[in-house]
């Protein structure tokens, strides 16, 4: 993360750094994003450069950061009303307004998606390791909540499919950028809904049936 003096220099210098490193990222996979070329657009010396950062890896940290927090104003007010969906059509909310973050926030989004085709590489396996915990303690809630509702079976291994559902979702993500679309707007949903039948099929209630495709409320832009 940023050290201190970054967040001591003025807000416009603190903006145009930040505003030339998402613009690199979202241009060059992490590898190839070059210190260089940030640091002359921003119009600041190399040297003062790690003055504010460690190295390459903790800007591109920070930046995920940055994206994961405004993304989360997206879903925020899904998850202030929970009581007004069953799991899976909270799911499908998540999943919409994520897409709406993508498309207000194409640069976030693009890094995102070069994030996700370095699979395998110690940046990813370290990001995933630190994030994927939250979202496992995440969906062990929603799966609670969701039995406790009726929407979910009751004899399912919370746990396990907390974890499941978030390894899945990464998955989905994956699976749609390299096999269906590289924009991630409202054709994903598609995708999505798929998974989501999958599911509701697996582990849903009995009486948590499946609604007709053409009943379902269609993506609309925020």
């Given at each position: ?39 002359a657009r ?57 897409i ?56 399912i ?40 039948d ?25």
């Amino acid at each position: 993360m940023p050290k201190e003096t970054f967040f001591n220099l003025p807000q416009e210098k603190r903006t145009a750094i930040r505003q030339e490193a998402i613009a690199e990222f979202a241009a060059h996979p992490f590898n190839q994003a070059s210190i260089n070329r940030i640091v002359a657009r921003s119009g600041i010396a190399k040297g003062s450069f790690y003055q504010y950062f460690a190295d390459k890896k903790d800007l591109f940290l920070y930046l995920m950061q940055l994206a994961g927090e405004k993304k989360l104003e997206y879903m925020a007010p899904v998850m202030q009303q929970t009581d007004q969906h069953d799991f899976f059509s909270l799911l499908r909310e998540l999943y919409v307004a994520g897409i709406r973050f993508a498309r207000k926030h194409p640069e976030f989004a693009e890094i995102s998606k070069r994030f996700m085709e370095s699979k395998g590489t110690p940046l990813y396996e370290e990001v995933i390791a630190n994030n994927m915990p939250t979202a496992y303690e995440f969906f062990e809630t929603l799966l609670q909540q969701a039995i406790d509702r009726g929407d979910v079976r009751a004899d399912i291994d919370v746990r396990m499919f907390a974890y499941l559902i978030a390894s899945l979702n990464t998955l989905v993500l994956e699976y749609y950028s390299e096999r269906v679309a590289q924009d991630y707007d409202e054709k994903m949903l598609t995708t999505v809904d798929k998974f989501i039948d999958f599911l509701r099929n697996g582990i849903g209630a009995p009486q948590a049936a499946m609604p007709p495709s053409q009943d379902r409320e269609s993506f609309t832009a925020a």
